[in-house]
Nanobody, 123 residues
Framework: QMQVAESGGGLVQAGGSLNLSCAASGRSFRTYNMGWFRRTPGNEREFLASSAWSAGGTFYADSVKGRFTLTRDNTKQMIYLQMNNLTPEDTAIYYC????????????????WGQGTQVTVST
């Protein structure tokens, strides 16, 4: 079992930055794939990035590559998502998730989810 909770969302102007945090509690954190997703109304959750223990690296969706950076601190059981050069299209609810399996690039692989944090980017 793993519990996760996001924080750090808010309102930012286009071109600005935000840093989201995700605190995890549970055993064997370092062996979990930890991911960031987002959802806009009427859509399924979109994969953004994963620190994938099963795959041995950090991976990004093309839509955020070069703008978003996921970092992980196994000692603190935290992951972060640094988001730069934000646009209004990045407005969404952002979720942190944990997966104990081998998959990492789709929401179906993740069993443990936070409540989400709202990010709003204004023009």
């Amino acid at each position: 079992q793993m519990q996760v909770a996001e924080s750090g969302g808010g309102l930012v102007q286009a071109g600005g930055s935000l840093n989201l945090s995700c605190a995890a509690s549970g055993r064997s954190f370092r062996t979990y794939n930890m991911g960031w997703f987002r959802r806009t109304p009427g859509n399924e959750r979109e994969f953004l990035a994963s620190s994938a223990w099963s795959a041995g690296g950090t991976f990004y969706a093309d839509s955020v590559k070069g703008r978003f950076t996921l970092t992980r601190d196994n000692t603190k059981q935290m992951i972060y998502l640094q988001m730069n050069n934000l646009t209004p299209e990045d407005t969404a609810i952002y979720y942190c998730a944990a997966s104990a399996g081998s998959g990492w690039n789709h929401e179906r692989y993740y069993a443990f989810w936070g409540q989400g944090t709202q990010v709003t980017v204004s023009t």
